[in-house]
């Protein structure tokens, strides 16, 4: 459950390797995901239980070059966004609503070579179907 502070600033924090990512706002709720890039083996596998068509259509689309890149940036996203809707990972392959009215997901520029990772930031009065 999300609860506003009373000053209305909302963070979030994670940590992956020797990496830390931390995404502050007010007036908004906010998830920050930051991942090592390492070839997984179980990556299709993953992809097949939690991204959405679309996600893994664009990932068949995707260069083998560009594979791993892609995959952490759908996966950065979807852990980012179920942080700032406080659903924990269990929510991650929800179908995930259309960004652009009620959340963004950005991806973090400055990050260390070899790491992905994304921020999202959804209204206050935003709520994922559950």
Known sequence: MYE????GIDFNLSHSGNQVA???ARGLRVGIDIECVIDRDNAADVASRVFSEAERDLLMRTSPAGY???WYQIWTMREAYVKAQGTGLSGIAAELPDSGT???AHGVRGVAQGYAATAVACREDYH???
């Open 4 to 7: 506003r502070s009373p000053e």
């Open 22 to 24: 931390v995404a502050v």
């Open 68 to 70: 791993l890149a892609r």
């Open 102 to 104: 009620s959340w963004l």
């Open 128 to 130: 994922a179907v559950e």
